[in-house]
């Protein structure tokens, strides 16, 4: 199984500043790594795909990079609605495997 | 505009059985692969299940292999999980997830709101 690790675990951020987030794999899983973000009682959406391609309706200031096995979320300038939970997940092997995710809270 | 609306949770027994529904819509219900993907209570992610579009493609988690089975009917574009032999740590929101295309070999771009599972006595 490929094991996914976030970090860190709680980042506090001031709107407006930007923030960094990384995931980590096991094993390689190539460029083939999403991000999600979860808000309190709502479902996961898609933010990236394919390590560094932004889904569809998501802002600019979103961007992945990354490939492998070392991953990166960048969120340029926080805005409220992206305080969250972001999840990283790969879809090269299987099973499928979600990071522990990483809570982005208001400082 | 895709939907993807779950049915089917409830309070069942361990060792107990449900079905779970996704009714789809938006979309062409063919030409996707399409997944469960659960939530325990305060915790992460954990993919469950996927199905090709085609569905002559299935995949499960080791955790419930043997025990759940994906299935998919096109005449109602609707997806099933068939849950058997249920333990406490089945306990989780389960959620219907559409693929990108027909393969497996892809990420979740739509996502239900999801379906509660709780397994106790």
């Known amino acids: 199984e490929t094991l996914m690790a976030q970090s860190p675990a709680t980042l506090s951020v001031s709107p407006g500043e930007g923030a960094t987030l990384s995931c980590r794999a096991s094993q390689s899983v190539s460029s083939n790594l999403a991000w999600y973000l979860q808000k309190p009682g709502q479902a996961p959406r898609l933010l990236i795909y394919g390590a560094s391609a932004r889904a569809t309706g998501i802002p600019a200031r979103f961007s992945g990079s990354g490939s492998g096995t070392e991953f990166t979320l960048t969120i340029s300038s926080l805005q409220s609605e992206d305080f969250a939970v972001y999840y990283c997940?790969?879809?090269?092997?299987?099973?499928?495997?979600f990071g522990q995710g990483t809570k982005v809270e208001i400082k | 505009e895709v939907q993807l609306v779950e049915s089917g949770g409830g309070l069942v027994q361990p060792g107990g059985s449900l079905r779970l529904s996704c009714a789809a819509s938006g979309f062409t219900f063919t030409s996707y692969a399409m997944s469960w993907v659960r939530q325990a209570p305060g915790k992460g992610l954990e993919w469950v299940s996927s199905i090709s579009g085609r569905g002559n493609g299935v995949n499960y988690a080791d955790s419930v292999k043997g025990r759940f089975t994906i299935s998919r009917d096109y005449s109602k574009s609707t997806l099933y999980l068939q849950m058997n032999s249920l333990r406490a740590e089945d306990t989780a929101l389960y959620y219907c997830?559409?693929?990108?295309?027909?393969?497996?070999?892809?990420?979740?771009?739509?996502w239900g709101q999801g379906t509660r599972v709780t397994v106790s006595s």
């Open positions: 997830a559409k693929l990108p295309n027909e393969a497996l070999v892809r990420y979740f771009d739509s």
């Open positions: 997940q790969q879809y090269n092997n299987w099973p499928r495997t």
